[in-house]
Structure formats: C-alpha cells, structure tokens
C-alpha cells in the first residue's frame, strides 16, 4: 500500500495549487483603510471591485516558500527553542518523575487524566488562543498517555484538540472573540454568557467522546523513562520553575500584550536555568538545548511553509475575490440559513486564510453590514466567524500548527481526518444549534 503524502508533501502540492488558482480565478480588491491608533488595516465593506494586475510568474511561486518562513520567523524561533527547553528539562528527568507521580495517583482512575488535560488546554485555548506551543509539549504528552494505556490521538484531542474547541468556542479570546467584536462595533467580551453555556456544552461533549474512545481503544501501558525513583530536591525545583514560567507567560499574554518573543526569550532561560539545576553543566546543558532544536526543525519548516499560502494568494490578487464569492450568496437568504451560511462561508474560507485573527480582519467588516441587512444580530456574526473559522483548525492542512503537531506525533493527515471527523461533526452541530437559537431568541 501506498504511503499517504507527509505534511511537507500536502503542504507544497497546496501551495503550488494556490498559485496555479491565481491563474483561474478573477482578480479583485477590496478598499482598506489603517487606523491610526491600532495600526490595523481593515477593509470596507461594500468596495469590492474587479482589477487587473499581473500575474505571479514561477518564480514569485518558489520566492514565495522563503518568503512564508520569513514571516514566521518569531513563531519558528519559539517552536524552536521551546523544543529545546523541554527536552533539556525531559534529559533532567524532570517530567518523567512528576508525570510519574501523577500516573501513580490516578491508578485505577487513569480516565479522570483526559478530563484534567482537556479542561486544562481547553482554558488556555480559551483565555490566550493556545496552540503553537503546544507543538513542544506534544511528545511529552504522548508518553504520558501512553503511561496510562491510552494511544497518541488521545494525547493530541485531549491537548491539542480541546485548545482549539476552547479558541472556537470561548467567551473572551482575544485573537478571535475580542477582535471581532471590536471590528463589528460591538462592546468587548459582550454577550459572554450565551457563549460560555455553548463552550460548556462543547467541552462536555468533547470529554465524553474522548472518553468513549480511550476506553474502547485501549493500547498497553508503557512506563515512562525515570531518573531514580522519585522527585529529588532538583527535579522538584525545575518543576516548581516549569509552572512557574508557564504563570508568568500567561499575565504577560494576557495583561502586558507580550508576543512570541517574550514567550521565546521565558523558555530559553528556563530550559538553561533547568539543565543548571539538574547538575547537568553548561557545555551538556547546551548541547542538550540544540539537540532539542534539532527535533523541531521539521515542524518549525511546516508551520513556515503554511503561511506561503496566504502570501501567494494575497500576491495574486484573488484573496477578495474568494472573499467576495463565499458571502455575496448569502444576502437573500432568511436570517437563520443566512447565519449558518456565514458560518459555513467562513469554514471554507479558513483553507486559504490559516490565520484566524486575519480572517476576522479580512471578514467582519464586510459581513457586519451584510448581517444588518438581512436581519442577523451582529452578536450572532460574531458567532458565524468564531465557530465556522477557529473550528476548522482541527482538521484544515493549511493550519501550520495543525500539520507540524501530527508530524511530531507520527501521525499522518490522512488518519488523523478519519480520527477526528466524527468530533469535529459533532462541534459543528452544537455551534450551528447555538447559531439558530441565538438567532431566534435575538441574541
């Protein structure tokens, strides 16, 4: 049998087919405008228009792949010395006696671990839109399931799976929730209560599926690797160090508007400061460190290559126009299917667009106006974007942190779709049941 493509592979064809669209579909542009004060650059509703502009020539393609890495590059260098922090902080023995620890304690209990993890990574998703660092922490959270008997999707749907349900369907993110709603002028974190009772529906759901199918996909335990038999006074310090730099890169991200640098520089010292404490010395200490980076190049390059996408379509003049022809439709439809048509819209237009801040800039004020015209609550348009786009993160290719996680778990993107289709189903029809009461009830 043939081997389904790897990430690199699905990454290139798409990038290569994004530049073969802007060949085929009709250039447009809509007008933008900057504000002073943010720096945002938004577009106006309503200025959509046919242009002709040249097209990209091969090589615009491949400048292109350079191009898309250069502007992640604070997001690659995170991946990268993230990577390394935590596997000095694995060679200390560290995580392996802590995690121990906590297999021991849920003994006969080991179901009550993805309730734990999926309620924890699922307020991270939704206080601070976790989801590239969780790149890092994937191998570790796969030993620590495995510890426990359950398989590597129930790692990735407990952690990686539950940020993103927290990101879709939180209250207050402020990359998806917050900045729509200041692009569709309505009062910030307004309307939170509706949106915490669909997130805790969601979440429940999610638990119990998971739950479901660990425990009917149950694999043998393997004990993780430990350095002596318990804590020591050192292993006991780098994780009291490790907790306490994950609580000091939450306040910056949620109160001082730190960015993936600030995240970098707090995980550099940490994987450093750790190695010292562990009486490693500073020669192996840095050699473990770039030993680490090395096992992140391949998903650092995937999340890079991701963002040529955006790029190139961008380049080809042809993003508006995708723009235009996914909600233009919508506008004679009654405010129910109209509601869930934007949400849909905005799902399919996730694929091109892997950024979902960037798509509520490109989005909302386009359908803000459109939602006032055929009777939708701008509160519900708000909904339309968050479920149809952040949602779509469990399973689009374009999604760099998507693509670079499964790749660090082994996983290829063929199974991992006939993993989490099911779920993902699931989600999209307790967001559309929030989207038709919201819009019955005048949400």
């Known amino acids: 049998m043939k081997r389904f493509p790897n990430a690199f592979v699905i990454l290139l064809g798409v990038i290569i087919l994004s530049w073969i669209l802007t060949y085929i579909i009709p250039q447009g542009s809509y007008e933008r405008v900057t504000d002073s004060e943010s720096g945002q650059t938004m577009v106006i509703g309503g200025s959509y228009q046919e242009i002709s502009a040249e097209s990209l020539s091969f090589f615009d393609l491949i400048l292109g792949i350079p191009q898309g890495l250069a502007s992640r590059a604070d997001l690659i260098v995170l991946i990268l010395l993230m990577g390394g922090s935590f596997y000095v902080i694995e060679k200390t023995g560290a995580l392996g006696q802590g995690l121990q620890v ?43 399931c495995r510890s426990m008997g359950f398989n590597t999707y129930v ?64 694999v043998p335990p393997v004990p993780m690797e430990t350095q002596g038999n318990g804590l020591t006074w050192r292993t006991s310090s780098i994780l009291v160090l490790l907790c306490l730099t994950f609580g000091i890169v939450t306040y910056g991200l949620v109160t001082l508007d730190w960015g993936f640098n600030e995240i970098s520089a707090c995980f550099f010292v940490l994987g450093i400061v750790s190695g010292l404490i562990a009486n490693m ?132 993107f063929n199974k991992w779709v006939r993993f989490i289709w099911k779920p993902l189903l699931l989600l999209f029809l307790v967001a559309a049941l929030g989207i038709v009461v919201g819009v019955m009830t005048g949400y």
Not at 169 to 180: D, E, G, I, Y
């Open 102 to 144: 906590l297999v021991d304690r849920l003994k006969g209990r080991e179901s009550l671990a993805i309730v734990i993890v999926s309620v924890l990574f699922a307020a991270a998703g939704a206080t601070i839109g976790l989801q590239e660092e969780i790149i890092a922490l994937a191998p570790i959270l796969i030993l620590f």
């Open 155 to 218: 790692a990735l749907g407990s952690s990686y799976g539950a940020a993103v349900l927290g990101s879709a369907f939180s209250p207050m993110n402020p990359f998806a929730v917050v900045l729509a709603q200041k692009e569709a002028q309505l009062p910030l974190l307004s309307g939170g209560g509706y949106r915490l009772l669909i997130f805790g529906i969601a979440l429940i759901l999610w638990i119990v599926y998971l739950w479901r199918y660990a425990n009917n996909n149950r």
């Open 281 to 412: 010395g500073m020669d192996r200490t840095g050699l473990m460190y770039v030993e680490g980076m090395k096992e992140m190049t391949f998903a650092a390059v995937i999340m890079g290559m991701a963002s040529t996408i955006p790029l190139l379509l961008e380049k080809g003049q042809i993003l508006d126009t995708i723009v235009f022809g996914l909600f233009t439709p919508i506008e004679s439809l009654p405010p129910s299917v109209s509601a869930l048509g934007m949400m849909m819209a905005q799902a399919v237009l996730h694929f091109p667009v892997s950024s979902y801040s960037g798509q509520a800039l490109l989005t909302m004020p386009i359908l803000t106006p459109l939602s006032d015209l055929v009777g939708v609550s701008r509160q519900v348009c708000v909904l339309a974007y968050q479920y149809g786009a952040v949602t779509m993160d469990f399973i689009v290719p374009t999604n760099g942190a998507l693509m670079a996680i499964i790749a660090v778990a082994g996983i290829p």
